[in-house]
Structure formats: structure tokens, C-alpha cells
């Protein structure tokens, strides 16, 4: 949380456990737990495609599939003309 992360993550649907937690923006309160997931999840788009730090903090949970995508190759596959990611722009 709080970070400029360097790669997306996705976990696979029903492949993985993930947990995602934010600070409550007290300093003696512990982090809150706002998700518990096994459909899927995206992690670190709004550092990747934005510059904007991420929000929450994931954790992988149990043994898990996930995908990722470097923070440079996803910005060079969304500026390509014709590319499917410009729909998350």
C-alpha cells in the first residue's frame, strides 16, 4: 500500500486465494480486511497504467495461480495503436 507497484497481477479465477487489505488511517488501528477472493483478482493497475500508488495491500493466501504483466510491457502494449487495453484507458 502506498507504493508504485512494478506489475499487474492477476489471479485466476477458482486457481487462487486472495486477501485485500487497507489501512484505516489510524496509527494504533490494524489494517481492515475489505475482500476475501476466489474469483479472480487484479492487482496493481492503478500503479501500472496510472502512476497512482496503489490503495490496499494483497496477499496470497494458499497455493495459487497467478499471472503477471511488467509495468513495461503493459504501458508498450496499451499505447499500440490497435490494442485491446486502450477499453482501460
Known sequence: MGMLEQAMYIAVPKYSKVSETVDVGSSCGAEQ?????????????????YDEPSRSTCRVLAESRLLFLKRSELQALAARPRAVPRGLR
Request: net charge negative; no cysteine.
Open 33 to 49: 480486511e475489505v475482500s476475501l477472493n476466489r474469483l479472480g483478482f487484479i492487482s496493481g493497475l492503478e500503479s501500472v497504467l
